[in-house]
């Protein structure tokens, strides 16, 4: 089971990473930003393009790469 839960601006003091850049696509409802904490703990955007949700970006501590077995879990979870 995938564990998501919105995220906002602690992100970028407790994961070294910074999500202030989405913030106009956010309030227009076009990317919605989530912390993943397991299987890891991972940041994953997800956008709307062509009427459907897809992944964005799927980052770890400091913008670091996640494991595939993270990524195909959250892709999995996106197209259900």
């Known amino acids: 089971e995938i564990s998501l839960g ?13 999500v202030g850049s989405y913030d106009i696509p956010v309030a227009l409802g076009d990317v919605f930003i989530y912390r993943m904490v397991e ?3 991972l940041t994953v ?8 949700w897809v992944v964005g970006e799927v ?4 913008n670091a790469n996640p494991s595939i077995g ?5 892709r999995r979870w996106v197209e259900r």
Do not use: F, K, N, Q
């Open 59 to 62: 980052r770890g501590y400091c």
């Open 70 to 74: 993270a990524v195909e879990l959250v």
């Open 45 to 52: 955007s997800l956008e709307h393009h062509d009427e459907r």
């Open 6 to 18: 919105l995220v906002g601006s602690e992100m970028c003091i407790r994961d070294s990473h910074c």
């Open 39 to 41: 299987p890891e703990r």
